[in-house]
């Protein structure tokens, strides 16, 4: 079955450098049709879609948040990598990860458990 | 960028009764190959988000019956015929025909 799990950091200070790691099985990122997108939660508040990489390496970005956002994957080890530079405390968020393919039949079919991270000094 | 909409954003409902939230996007939702791209997730307490339906219809696998979604171009509802007290958390609905996908605000459904 598809499982998916953020790791990384749950204290990143103003300005510094969020790297988060999704670490999957189930699927592999280098199937056609098949991605891992990112998508982060504020305390209490409502969803927000930041990046997908597909099996291809095509990346998307959340335009608001373009200029902070990196994705990578490494097929061989079934992970995908986030960076976000420039943390501030609006960034305090949980992340997940999630399993995403092209086929039109949910575009985020399975999630990860989610990692909270805050941003203080 | 697409935006969307719920209404409302709570709803207690009495065990065993209907519930029906509204989600309405800013721009068509209706693909060429005549699919809306629209799905609706739900989170429930202290827990990720999960795939409720896909395409404005479809029950994703282990969905029960019991939840519906319907609509076309920019208006979509998800029915719920009989809620349990299972199905209390937020649920949204997520616009999947463009990126970047959006989220609408959330709908918290509690039990009376």
């Known amino acids: 079955q598809i499982t998916l799990k953020e790791s990384g950091p749950t204290l990143v200070k103003p300005t510094q450098t969020l790297t988060l790691t999704c670490t999957f099985s189930?699927?592999?990122?280098?199937?056609?049709?098949?991605?891992v997108g990112w998508i982060r939660q504020p305390p209490g508040k409502a969803l927000e879609w930041l990046a997908l990489i597909y099996w291809d390496d095509d990346k998307r970005y959340s335009p608001s948040l373009k200029s902070r956002l990196t994705v990578s994957k490494d097929t061989s080890k079934n992970q995908v990598l986030f960076t976000m530079n420039n943390m501030d405390p609006m960034d305090t968020a949980t992340y997940y990860c999630?399993?995403?393919?092209?086929?039109?039949?949910?575009?985020?079919?399975?999630w990860g458990q989610g990692t909270l991270v805050t941003v203080s000094s | 960028d697409i935006v969307m909409t719920q209404s409302p954003l709570s709803l207690p409902v009495t065990p065993g009764e209907p519930a029906s939230i509204s989600c309405r996007s800013s721009q068509s939702l209706l693909h060429v190959d005549e699919y809306n791209y629209l799905d609706w997730y739900l989170q429930k307490p202290g827990q990720s988000p999960q795939l409720l339906i896909y395409l404005g219809s479809i029950r994703a696998s282990g969905v029960p019956d019991r939840f519906s979604g319907s609509g076309s171009g920019t208006d979509f509802t998800l029915r719920i015929s009989r809620v349990e007290a299972e199905d209390v958390g937020v649920y949204f609905c997520?616009?999947?025909?463009?990126?970047?996908?959006?989220f609408g605000q959330g709908t918290k459904l509690e039990i009376k």
């Open positions: 997520m616009q999947a025909l463009e990126i970047p996908p959006a």
């Open positions: 189930g699927f592999s990122l280098s199937t056609s049709g098949v991605g």
């Open positions: 999630a399993h995403s393919t092209t086929t039109g039949q949910g575009l985020f079919d399975y």
